[in-house]
């Protein structure tokens, strides 16, 4: 018995304008399951470029947040964020939207450090 009567006699067969379509990728599936080899339910897909946590200031002492960092903690276009310095660490928190009324604190102005008091 050949693969295509043994697809039909199971049932994995579609009619399609007027003809019989075999559903091979369904009958294999179901032949390998039924043999104990389970296939993966999604198809496979790479891992996307992994991020390296590290960023280079520009010249004029910018630090460029990427899209990726930043959705990891939850921030979005238009959220603020708190920027605290702690020994050599800045530390970025999201502001919750309860402090949204809230007016932030403006930056200092730069690039003159001494103007922040570093």
Do not use: W
């Not at 990728?25 to 993966?40: C, P, W």
């Amino acid at each position: 018995m050949d693969a295509q009567q043994q697809m039909h006699e199971a049932g994995y067969t579609k009619e399609r304008n007027g003809q019989i379509s075999y559903l091979k990728t369904a009958f294999y599936k179901a032949i390998s399951e039924g043999q104990g080899v389970v296939l993966a339910k999604t198809p496979y897909k790479p891992p996307t470029r992994k991020l390296n946590y590290m960023v280079k200031a520009s010249n004029r002492g910018v630090i460029p947040l990427s899209q990726c960092y930043a959705s990891k903690v939850g921030i979005g276009p238009g959220d603020y964020c708190k920027v605290e310095i702690e020994d050599d660490l800045l530390i970025l928190t999201r502001v919750n939207g309860d402090d949204d009324n809230q007016e932030p604190e403006t930056a200092c102005p730069m690039p003159q450090p001494e103007a922040c008091g570093i």
